[in-house]
Each structure stands twice: as C-alpha cells, then as structure tokens.
C-alpha cells in the first residue's frame, strides 16, 4: 500500500517568485527508506513540509494537484490530524524543543494528541528506555550536547509511532559522532519496525548505502529516482556531487563500478591489485605546502577555566604560521571553540601567552585588528545586523574605515561571490549556502585580511556549496590570506589544511603537517584515505585520490587488453 | 557552565515537592514576611530561607537574586530615612529643601527602612527560589487548566532565555571582530553601537518564534483536548501544604492587636508584643522543613515513605 501520493502537484509560497514544488509526482511504499538529495532551495524541505501538511496549512501559499498521506488528504486534512501519523525531525534542535525536562518534551506530542494518561506513561516509558536517554529524564534541556538534543527531538517523535519518519537534514548542526550515533537510530527504527523514513542529509557517506531509494530534486522538480547503486551510476558523468566522497573519486576517475561504500571500493581495488597493477603513484606527487613565513598566531602553555566550570583548555602550545592553513579538530567540548576565543582575546587566558598578529589580543584590542583579520561564526545569522545583503557589505568596508568607491568594491564583490541579484535581500533570508558565501563575501572584502578565521564553515551545507567555498578559500589564499579553522569537517578540513590540530580533553593531543594527522584514523580521515592508506600513506585529498583512480582504471583497461590479446593469440 | 539562574532539577525534598505544595510555601512564606512587622521575627524568617536555600542546594543559582535584593534593600534603607518625616529621635538635622521641605532623619525613619529593605530582600530571594526549584512545566500542569496559552509561553520563555544569552554573547563578539567598537566611549555612544546588535537578536527571535511554532504545528499542538498526567499529592506534600497555611495564620494572629510591632512615633521594644508561640511556631517550621529534607536525602527509606 502506498503511504505516500502525490500527483501532479505544483507549490507556491505566498510572494514567491516562482513555485516551490513543480508538477512533481511521487508514490511512497510502506517499509521504504527514501533518501532526498538536491541542493539548498531545490524544494527538498517544501516537499518534507508538505507531507504532515505544513505545508500549505502553516505557511500558507498556493497549491495545485494532489498529495495524499497515510490515506489522507493533506489539503484536507492539515498538520493537527497528521501530526500522529507524520513524525516530522527539523535541522536545528533548538528551533524544536518547547519544553524544560526531557521527559516533558518526550510526552508534549502524545499530550497534545490527547492520548489517555497512562498511555502517555508508558510511550515516554518505552522511548526513554530505547533511546538511551533514561539518565537524562530530568536534564535541563537547554544544558543538553547538540546530539542530546536532538535524539530527545526524535524521541519526542517516535513516541506518537508515527507511519512515515521524516527528517530534514538532521544531522547538520551535529558534530560526526553525534550525526553517526542519530543516524544509527534512524537506521534500527526503521529495521526493527519497518517504519517508512523519508529524510533528506548532508551526510552522504552515512546514509547512501542504506536507503532503499535515492530520488534527487532540482528547481522543484524530481530528476532522478532510483537505487543507491542506480544513482552512483547517474551521478557518474555528473562528477558526482550527490554522492559520498569514496562514490565520488571513482565516478569523478571514470570507473564504470561505483561503490558505494569503502568496504566495497577496496574490494574492486583489492581485485585490480591481484590482476598485477601493483602500485601506483600519485601524479605530481604529494602536495607541498607553502613555507613558513612567520608566526600570524601563537598559544604558549594556555589555560582557560571557566568561572565556576571545566578546564576547557589545558596547557595548549599552537603557532599559526603565516601562509599555512590550520585546521583544528576534536570531539564536540574538546576546547576547540574556547581556543579559538582565546586566541582572538575574546577570553582572557588563565594562564599562558597568546599572540595575535604580533599583540597580545584582548577584547579592547580586537576592533583595532579589523583590518588584518576576519573572522566567520559558526552561525552566519550573528553575523548579520543589517536588513540588506548590501548595506551589510557598505557596513563592514566602513568599519574598516575602506577609504575607495565603496558601491563599486560591493558589487565586485558580490560577482566574485555569484551573490548578483541577492543585493536588497535581507541576509537572514538567504540559504544556508549563500548565508555561508555571503559571511565570506564580508570578511574577505579589501582589504584582504591577514588572517581567516573560520569557525565551522561547512555546518549544515551540501556538497556543492562546500566545493564553491573551498575554491574562494583558495583564491583568497593566493593572495596571502591564511586560514585558521575549526571543523569537524574531515574531508573540507583535508582539502584546505597544510597543518592540523586534533585537540581532546583541553588539550592540542597532536599537531603537525595535514598529511599525517588527517591519515590512518578511524574518526579524522576521510574517505579517500581510509581507502588508500595502505598504498599511499598520507593521502588525504580528493583530487589526489582521483589521480590514483584513473592511474588504476588505465592500467587496469591496458592490463584487460592485453590479457584479451594474449587471449586471442 | 552554568551561566543562567533558571530551574534545573535537582534531588532535593524542595525539588520534589508538588508544585501545588511548593507555590503554596513560597506564597505563605511571602505573605508572612509582608504580614510580620517585628524583626526579631523576620529575623527568624531570614534564617528560615537561608535554610530552604541551603536545603535545596541552589546557594549558586540564588546569588544573583541575593544580589539583586540587596540592591534594592540597600537603595529602599537609604531613601526611607530621606523621604521619611515621622519619628521621635531625630538623628541628623538635614537642610530645608524648596518642595522637600526639611530632610531631617528620624532613627524610627532608618529603622522602618532598613526593615523594610530587608523585606525586599526576603521577597526577592524567595521568588528566586521559587524561579530555581519549581519545574515550569509542572507550573504548566496547573496553569493551563486557567491559560494553557500564557502558561506554555512562560515556560518556552524559560526554555529560550539560555539560547538568547549565549546568541547575544556571540554576536557581539562577531562584531568586536569585525571592528565595532562596543566597549569604551560615552553612554550614547555604546547604546548606539549596541542597537544594531539588539535589532538583530528580536528579529532572530522572531524566527525562532517562527520555527518553534511550526515545529509545534507539526507534533500537533492546539489538536484539541490535552492529555494531563496528574501528579499525585505524596507524604511531603501532604505536610508542606497544611503547615504552609498555618503559618500564615500565625502570623495574622501575633500581628494582631497588642501583638502587633510599631515604628512610628517612637520604635516598640520587640519584646513588648512578642509571643513566644508565634516565634516557636515560625522557627518550628523551618526547623521540620530542614529534618524531613535532611533525612529525606540521607534515608532512601523515607524518601520513598514520603
């Protein structure tokens, strides 16, 4: 039985320009688990807010053609009836939580749905339990981790047993942990009770492999619908933006077999080394890094306790050389975040020595660096305080006191961003992307700084915008900007860093060229490495792990022939 | 870290009484700090919430409301005396004023307003205990049979206030580094590199608003009739409530007539309308308070008794 139908539906936001949803038709079997790709604004989260009725009852807007959910009609039938049998996880966890306890929160959809006492019991029983969040009963929720947070969102969800799960983006303002433990959830719900899940995820190399169903959306319309292993193929000659990283370097290599996972990747590179290749080498070699050219930043033994609260940081020794990108990783409380506001002098070191730009930094001192440096938050909206992309630009050339054409400097720099068109927008209303592009739009206005500093720049983006970003990152570089970053990024941390940091417990565990601190690890290496590791040690980045592939298909191809030929003789 | 003094549960008998129980205490023990006028005893309900604080282990989360409270007693002592006129013993004879008039200062004056600053204090303090050790969403429980409206919005108001802090403290330190200069100048000047900053965060608010709303939409909030789990009244409670009322009893009756304590003309002796009963009563309280607590935390047996 189909849970999910839609027929020829079209969708428009009040005022907008164009539909969000167009002529899309789409049929949901029970038990399916259907991954949605596509880009930021391709209609993914639309279509999601459409199937527990949301839309259009919430956000109101115009709607043509048909969607039944569950047997009902969505148009008919609004969020308030759906709501216990559409089960509906948001982005950010924050923007979900109504109550202060866990427990509350975990009861507040059952209470709503009127469901008698002692069922209500049991459900927050029974959830509470499975879901591992039995010691938190009581926590206040504003003091739970991200992945805390938003388990007790899907707890809240599941407890309604809802037919279809759907999740939007859960996972992107999670650290890698907590997205792998949230979707581990997400995958046993959905085995153990056959519960149809529709979700839509950054995080391809968690999911991929797992989804029954893959179907891709562009411009609100859906381009493709199929298997995993049918949408590696089809995203083969399209250089595989919608497909885990190890997918992509063998379709961006020209394989014909596309793996899905690592664990397959290196059986077809296990069967091409027995088939007499041997190894490879990297095409121009390892990347050099630029030289040193001075210490830009530098922690000596810094310590910073929190009044009344942890250690977060524990005697760090770190220097920023400029000209050498530094990424810095660790789990989420590991003191990333504090180092980094230690070194900008937005905290005041317990103990210890911090220099910025040859000063020691203090909160005074900062507006004086602007000029040198640029710094990008975690979250983009605290960025902006004006009500237009462009006003925002005017604002910081004048706090940077830019004595040249300060509307000629803005719209050069809105096309160097491909931000044209977006200048009367308010920037609270742009995507996630171009929020992210438009953050780097400012900082990295003339004159160019010094020093970049990032704080996790990709949260929450797709593939492609990640891509776009990482390429302006360079650009900048060239023209002498160095970048410091905190990510839990590991594949954007391997394309952009020279030098890395992992910090755990307050502390910099260890430090030193990308290359070996980004390889060999379970949680810190990407893809590409895990796969080629133990061929090529030290390999980290993806246009590295391209070169090798098509080096591999090639002899591969040469050896195939010439088997043939002996074959023949 | 812990930065915003807001409910957060805790084992503790002041954590786990009924909120009906709980609102019962603290508003009987508001009433008898404003009732009470003698100050041997607000004397003793200043050690008696001293004790319900210490009891409920929130010294740490209470600190900010003493702070505050001592303000405004200290402000309402040192205005008392001033605006003041009535008593006997004239302390200071102050200058004549065009309106004012004379600004003498009584010792009856400065008595009544530090009495007075102390009963601020003692409210303030309460409240804030109240604010730390009572659960809003079990406040929902009761109010929403008045409001369900109003009664969720104070508790989302209370979910929200950390996540507003923590976005304020990181906006302007964005904009410290992007060379606003918010600290240093004049009044004016920090209020108007500040404004910005404050648009910013009500119009993120409004989206968040928005978000929460939609994100409620979808788990069906406003269907139609609410489930309400009742909590049962226990042992704890079943004390607390009657004895709460008592007390407030007390009070009216040893303020009462000869019982009661005067300032004006001439300061009372405490001792002339003191009744021993009175005093015994109030102590007693604070003092039964503190043994069911302690042993409510020291015994597994008689916590699960009461």
Same mark, same amino acid.
């Given at each position: 039985m189909a849970l999910v139908e839609i027929s020829d539906l079209t969708y428009w936001y009040?005022?907008?320009?164009?539909? =969000?949803?167009?002529?899309l038709s789409l049929r949901v079997e029970k038990g399916e688990f259907v991954l949605l790709t596509g880009? !930021?604004?391709?209609?993914k989260t639309t279509l999601m807010r459409l199937l527990n009725g949301l839309? %259009?009852?919430?956000?109101?807007g115009v709607l043509q053609g048909r969607a039944l959910v569950c047997g009902m009609d969505v148009v008919a039938s609004g969020p308030r009836a759906l709501s216990s049998r559409v089960g509906m996880v948001f982005q950010d966890p924050e923007d979900q939580l109504v109550s202060t306890t866990v427990e509350r929160e975990v009861a507040f959809g059952l209470e709503n749905a009127g469901l008698p006492a002692p069922v209500v019991s049991k459900r927050v029983e029974e959830m509470l339990a499975g879901m591992g969040l039995s010691r938190l009963r009581?926590?206040?929720? $504003?003091?739970?981790?991200g992945g805390e947070a938003q388990k007790v969102v899907l707890a809240s969800i599941l407890a309604l047993h809802p037919e279809v799960l759907v999740l939007d983006e859960? !996972?992107?303002?999670?650290?890698p942990l907590s997205a792998e433990e949230l979707l581990t959830v997400v995958r046993r719900i959905h085995e153990e009770t056959g519960t149809t899940v529709i979700m839509s995820e950054?995080?391809?190399?968690?999911?991929f492999h797992y989804a029954t169903r893959v179907i891709h959306m562009e411009e609100g319309r859906i381009c493709f619908d199929g298997s995993p292993a049918q949408a590696a193929r089809w995203w083969g000659p399209r250089e595989? =933006?919608?497909?885990?990283p190890v997918s992509r370097v063998f379709a961006r290599a020209g394989w014909e077999e596309i793996p899905l996972t690592v664990n397959q990747a290196r059986r077809l590179i296990h069967g091409l080394e027995t088939r007499g290749s041997g190894k490879v080498e990297v095409p121009g070699g390892r990347r050099e890094g630029p030289p040193r050219g001075g210490p830009l930043a530098e922690a000596r033994d810094l310590w910073y306790v929190y009044p009344e609260g942890p250690? =977060?940081?524990?005697?760090v020794d770190l220097r920023l050389e400029r000209g050498r990108n530094l990424v810095i990783m660790g789990e989420n409380g590991a003191g990333k975040s504090t180092l980094l506001r230690c070194l900008l002098g937005l905290l005041p070191p317990t103990r210890g020595r911090v220099l910025l730009l040859g000063e020691r930094p203090s909160r005074e001192r900062l507006p004086g660096l602007a000029s040198r440096l640029a710094y990008c938050p975690?979250?983009?909206?605290?960025?902006f305080l004006s009500p237009t992309v462009r006003e925002e630009m005017l604002r910081t050339l004048k706090l940077r006191g830019y004595r040249g054409d300060a509307e000629e400097a803005v719209r050069r720099q809105l096309g160097r961003f491909g931000l044209?068109?977006?200048?009367?927008? #308010? @920037?609270?209303?742009?995507?996630s992307g171009q929020k992210e592009k438009l953050v780097l739009a400012c900082a990295l206005? %003339? %004159?160019? $700084?010094e020093l970049l500093v990032l704080d996790? %720049? !990709?949260?929450?983006?797709?593939y492609g915008s990640k891509r776009e970003i990482m390429e302006i990152i360079r650009e900048y570089g060239d023209e002498g900007s160095t970048v410091a970053a905190v990510t839990h990024d590991v594949e954007f941390a391997a394309a952009l860093a020279d030098e890395a940091a992992i910090m755990g417990n307050g502390k910099s565990i260890v430090n030193g060229a990308a290359e070996d601190m980004l390889s #060999?690890?379970?949680?810190?290496? @990407?893809q590409v490495n895990r796969l080629l590791n133990h061929l090529? $040690?030290?390999?980290?980045?993806e246009e590295e792990a391209v070169a090798v592939l098509e080096g591999m298909r090639q002899r591969m191809a040469a050896g195939m022939e010439r088997e043939g030929g002996e074959a023949g003789a | 870290m812990r930065l915003i003094p807001v409910y957060r549960p805790r084992e503790t008998l002041v954590h786990g009484l009924h909120p009906l129980a709980a609102l019962a205490l603290y508003a009987s023990l508001v009433a008898v700090v404003l009732v009470l006028q003698n100050p041997l005893y607000l004397a003793v309900c200043g050690l008696g919430a001293l004790s319900l604080v210490l009891l409920a282990e929130a010294g740490e989360e209470c600190r900010p409301f003493l702070l505050l409270g001592m303000f405004m007693a200290f402000l309402v002592a040192l205005l008392n005396p001033l605006v003041n006129r009535q008593?006997?013993?004239?302390?200071v004879y102050g200058p004549r004023l065009p309106v004012l008039g004379r600004l003498d200062v009584t010792l009856e004056a400065v008595a009544y307003g530090a009495v007075s600053g102390f009963r601020i204090l003692l409210v303030v303090v309460l409240f804030g205990l109240a604010s730390v050790t009572v659960s809003p969403d079990d406040l929902l429980d009761i109010l929403s049979r008045i409001s369900l409206r109003s009664s969720l919005s104070a508790a989302l108001a209370v979910r929200l206030y950390p996540s507003l802090v923590v976005e304020a403290r990181e906006m302007a330190e964005v904009q410290l580094a992007r060379g606003?200069?918010?600290?240093?100048?004049g009044r004016w000047q920090r209020a108007r590199a500040h404004f910005p900053l404050w648009m910013a965060l009500f119009r993120g608010s409004l989206d968040r608003a928005a978000n929460i709303a939609e994100a409620m939409s979808a788990r &069906? +909030?406003?269907? &139609?009739r609410v489930t309400r789990r009742r909590r049962p009244l226990r042992g704890r409670d079943l004390v607390v409530l009657p004895l709460s009322l008592a007390v407030v009893a007390a009070a009216v009756f040893s303020s009462a007539g000869e019982g009661g304590y005067r300032y004006f003309p001439l300061l009372d002796?405490?001792?002339? &309308? +003191?009744?021993a009963w009175a005093m015994a009563s109030l102590a007693g309280f604070f003092a039964l308070l503190q043994v069911i607590g302690r042993c409510w935390k020291k015994w597994p047996w008689w916590r699960s008794r009461i």
């Open positions: 009040p005022r907008g320009e164009k539909p =969000a949803l167009r002529e880009r !930021t604004g391709c209609g839309v %259009p009852h919430f956000h109101g009581r926590s206040f929720l $504003p003091e739970l981790s859960p !996972t992107s303002q999670l650290d950054h995080r391809l190399e968690r999911c595989g =933006a919608f497909l885990p250690e =977060a940081l524990r005697g975690q979250n983009p909206n605290a960025y044209e068109g977006l200048e009367e927008r #308010d @920037p609270r209303d742009l995507s206005l %003339p %004159p160019v $700084p996790e %720049p !990709t949260r929450g983006l797709d #060999d690890s379970l949680f810190f290496s @990407p090529f $040690p030290g390999l980290i980045r | 008593g006997g013993h004239v302390l606003e200069r918010l600290r240093g100048g &069906g +909030f406003g269907s &139609g002796n405490p001792l002339t &309308g +003191f009744r």
